[in-house]
């Protein structure tokens, strides 16, 4: 299901920088849905072990956020998203630099 790909790509995206040694790690997505699940401490059984996993993650990090941004501001990962479905292409790019013009557009909070 499209939650059950949200829960494993934020699992990775959280391996990734816990890994890579990062301490205070703000996250965005667009799936409202998983984002009232994981901050609100919701049950899903179908989600357990992503859930499991995700929690467990929650604890290698001194400060963790995760909150929603709708899909209208952030258009560039949607459109990054869409463009590697209809080629069949996978990335897999860690960037620890937020480009500041991205991180204006996408932050819902303020800058970044």
């Not at 790509?9 to 790690?25: H, Y």
């Not at 501001?73 to 292409?89: G, I, M, T, V, Y």
Request: net charge negative.
């Amino acid at each position: 299901s499209p939650l059950h790909a949200e829960a494993e790509s934020l699992v990775w995206a959280m391996e990734e920088l816990s890994s890579r040694g990062f301490q205070q790690v703000r996250l965005e997505s667009d799936c409202q849905q998983l984002v009232h699940i994981i901050n609100f401490s919701k049950k899903w059984p179908a989600l357990d072990p992503e859930l499991d996993a995700i929690e467990a993650l929650r604890t290698s990090f001194i400060s963790f956020s995760l909150s929603f941004i709708p899909r209208s501001l952030n258009f560039r990962a949607d459109a990054l998203a869409k463009e590697a479905r209809s080629r069949d292409l996978h990335y897999m790019l860690v960037d620890s630099m937020v480009s500041i013009p991205l991180a204006h557009e996408a932050s819902t909070i303020g800058p970044v």
